[in-house]
C-alpha cells in the first residue's frame, strides 16, 4: 500500500539519522501537520523556555553520605537522583520538503541553562556564565492530508543535543565551593504525532490549532572537568502539546506553542516560507 511505503521510508529515515552517531531537547515543533509544497522550504525563528524540566541521574552507591563540592556535592548518595532544569535559548530551523509527504529539518539554537538538584542538607544550583549551544535533526511524513471536515496528521521524528557549562554552585559551603568547572550534556530522541486543522476567520485571517502528544527519551550527563568524573541517567516521558499558528502575508507567519508535562516549555516565533505556499 502507498501509506505503508510512506511509513516505512520515514521509520527508515529515523533510523538513519539515529546510527549516525552524532550528539544531537526536545524540540519545538513550531509548524503545523499540514506539509508545504514539493520543492518548498521554510525558515522557523523562535525564543523558547523551559521550566523545573525532570532530568534523571543514576549514581553509584558510595560508603558515607557526606556534603561535597562540586558534581559529588550535587549528588552525594547513590540511586537514582532528579534534576530539574531550567533556561532560556534563541533557535533557528530550517524545514525543506523535497517530495510530496516527506520533510526535513535541522536545527540551531545557543542560550542558558540551570540545574537544581538534591545534596544532602541543601538544594544546590549550577549555573554559568558560558552561552551554550544545541543542535538537531529530523523528519516528518504526512499520515493524513487535511479535508473540509478531517484535520491533518502527521508524524514528527528527530534527534538533538544541548551542551552547557556551569562554574558556580550554590549555597556556598565553605570558603572557595562556589567556584566548580563542570558540563552538562543532554542528548535527545522525540517522537511526536500531531494533528492540525484551519480555520478561515475573515479574508485577512486564517488560525491554525496544532497539538499531540511527544515522547521524549532524554540522556543527561554531568561532567567534573576537573576530576574527571561523569555522572549520567535516562529519563523518559510523554507528555503533550499545544500550538497556535497564525499566518500572514502568505508565506509568513507567527506561531506559539507550549507542553506541560515533566516541566513547562513555551516558544514564540516566527516563520518564513521560499518557494511556495504551504499546500492547501
Not at 539519522?17 to 521554510?42: D, K, L, P, Y
Not at 532560556?88 to 509527504?101: D, H, I, T, V
Not at 542558558?112 to 538544594?123: C, F, P
Not at 516541566?263 to 516563520?271: E, P, S
Request: hydrophobic share 40%; net charge neutral.
Amino acid at each position: 500500500m502507498r501509506l505503508s511505503r510512506y511509513w516505512l521510508q520515514g521509520l527508515l529515515s529515523l533510523l538513519a539519522i539515529a546510527m549516525s552517531g552524532a550528539f544531537v531537547s526536545a524540540q519545538t515543533i513550531g509548524t503545523s501537520a499540514r506539509h508545504m509544497e514539493q520543492g518548498s522550504w521554510r525558515v522557523v525563528t523562535f525564543y523558547e523556555a523551559v521550566n523545573e524540566e525532570e532530568l534523571d541521574f543514576d549514581i553509584e552507591a558510595i560508603d558515607s553520605c557526606t556534603a561535597e563540592t562540586g558534581t559529588a556535592g550535587a549528588f552525594p548518595c547513590g540511586g537514582n537522583r532528579l534534576g530539574l532544569g531550567s533556561g532560556e535559548s534563541f533557535n533557528a530551523k530550517l524545514l525543506y520538503q523535497p517530495g510530496e509527504r516527506m520533510q526535513y529539518y535541522v536545527s540551531l539554537g545557543a542560550g542558558n541553562y540551570r540545574l537544581r538538584t538534591a545534596s544532602v542538607t541543601v538544594t544546590n544550583s549550577l549555573s554559568g556564565d558560558r552561552v551554550g549551544f544545541r543542535y538537531g535533526a529530523g523528519f516528518k511524513t504526512l499520515i493524513m492530508s487535511e479535508t473540509i471536515v478531517t484535520p491533518a496528521v502527521a508524524l514528527d521524528a528527530g534527534i538533538s543535543m544541548e551542551r552547557y557549562f556551569f562554574n558556580r554552585l550554590a549555597p556556598v559551603i565553605a570558603a572557595g565551593d562556589e567556584s566548580i568547572d563542570e558540563r552538562l550534556d543532554l542528548q535527545r530522541i522525540q517522537i511526536a504525532i500531531e494533528a492540525s486543522k484551519r480555520f478561515k476567520i475573515s479574508d485577512a485571517v486564517t488560525l491554525e490549532p496544532y497539538g499531540g502528544l511527544k515522547w521524549i527519551r532524554t540522556q543527561s550527563w554531568i561532567k567534573d572537568l576537573a576530576s574527571g568524573g561523569r555522572r549520567g541517567g535516562v529519563h523518559n516521558t510523554a507528555s503533550p502539546f499545544v500550538g497556535l499558528s497564525a499566518p500572514i502575508f502568505g508565506n509568513e507567519g507567527f506561531f506559539a506553542e507550549a507542553s506541560f508535562v515533566d516541566g513547562i516549555r513555551y516558544a514564540l516565533g516566527l516563520t518564513i516560507g521560499f518557494g511556495s505556499n504551504e499546500k492547501k
